[in-house]
């Protein structure tokens, strides 16, 4: 057996997958990608037991595919990096657990697995639910939420992504119990119900790796416990977060009168530089909406103070909040149009952002007590 393969393609084949592979696992072989042979093509795939990612490889015509073998992932994917460019890789077996990578005169020994241990995630036998999106769909919504998603919270559900897909909408909201994202597009699939998943973060991220900046139609499927996404030459599955997510809608406030809009970048700018004076645990920022004007202002423990005035459109009594500066900086990273309008009901009431003249998409953020 030998496999041929050019620097270029192996390379761009690793860098879709390398993500999911850690070069110390409880088990070795999840260190380790899987060549396989499937319906005449060459795959390679990696999997931490949560999420599996695979890739089509184009192998050169000189190439004899005749069995599946597993080599350490990060170790390979750094030999090919470092070999020079346009080199040829020589991939065959030379005693049983040992493989041998050759390019012109260098040469590495490799250890290898068993092909057979590798633990493959396969959905075709889960009543699952298949349908079409548009992958620039699904990055506009992982773009808009996931920083919102929590990290290693004893809250499970938290730390993913939900996501509800109907006949007329796909939406994505993530939360970490401090502030909330949400974000939409319509949709003309046809569906008989609703389907909801919690994507667990790493599975986010991940599947949102592989797929490039073109825009191309995913096929998905969504069992109870996993989701597949396949791409041209990508397929992701990640398994799915067992729990209730919490009742979002009841976060997002509906009496919020006071609108103030503001533009993004200002308003972005002045947050970060007062945020270098606000408290480093904390990261708390103070704004009075005033008259046409918004004041942020921030101390620390060393009793250093700043203070920014920008200009807002509002008219109404003055209202002061304080909010983590980190939160609100990731909104207006989110928003993508010019002004941002900001409603709040009083001065202990959680803030909704949005975008102008945009309803796709709504924040929420958590009022702080400085």
């Known amino acids: 057996m030998k496999l041929i ?32 042979k499937k319906e005449n093509i060459c795959e390679v795939v990696a999997s931490d037991l949560e999420v599996q990612l695979s890739s089509s490889l184009i192998l050169e015509k000189e190439s004899d595919f005749s069995q599946n073998i597993t080599i350490p992932g990060r170790k390979l994917f750094d030999i090919s990096k470092g070999l020079p460019d346009n080199s040829i890789l020589e991939i ?54 996931s920083f919102a998603m929590a990290q290693q919270d004893v809250r499970y559900y938290l730390n993913g992504l939900y996501v509800s897909l109907s006949s007329k909408e796909l939406f994505g909201v993530a939360t970490d119990g401090h502030r909330l994202a949400k974000s939409g597009v319509e949709t003309d699939i046809i569906l008989e119900e609703t389907v909801s998943a919690i994507i667990p973060r790493k599975g986010v991220i991940e599947i949102d790796k592989q797929l490039g900046e073109e825009s191309q139609i995913l096929t998905a499927a969504v069992s109870k416990n996993h989701l597949q996404i396949s791409a041209k030459d990508t397929n992701a599955i990640s398994k799915l977060i067992d729990g209730k997510f919490p009742d979002y809608e009841k976060v997002i406030p509906l009496d919020a009168s006071k609108k103030i809009l503001v533009e993004c970048k200002s308003f972005k700018e002045a ?61 207006l990273n989110a928003i993508k149009t010019k002004n941002v309008q900001i409603l709040l009901k009083d001065n202990n009431s959680s803030a909704l952002l949005m975008p102008e003249n945009d309803n796709s998409s709504s924040y929420v953020v958590m009022p702080l007590r400085i």
Do not use: W
């Open 5 to 36: 393969i050019t620097k270029e393609n192996i390379i761009k084949a690793l860098q879709k997958i390398i993500g999911v592979v850690e070069k110390r696992q409880t088990m070795p072989i999840l260190s380790h990608v899987l060549f396989r």
């Open 92 to 145: 065959d077996i030379v005693e049983e657990g040992k493989l041998q990578i050759k390019s012109k005169k260098s040469k590495f020994i490799l250890s290898a697995l068993d092909a057979k241990t590798f633990p493959l995630m396969d959905i075709d036998n889960e009543n699952s639910v298949n349908f079409s999106i548009n992958s620039n769909d699904y990055k506009k919504i992982v773009s808009r939420t």
């Open 271 to 331: 947050l970060i530089r007062v945020s270098i004076l606000s408290n480093d645990r904390f990261r708390g920022v103070r704004l009075n909406f005033l008259d046409n004007e918004i004041k942020v202002s921030a101390n620390n423990p060393e009793k250093e103070e700043a203070s920014d005035d920008i200009k807002a459109t509002y008219s109404g009594e003055p209202i002061e909040v304080g909010f983590n500066v980190n939160y609100l900086i990731d909104v």
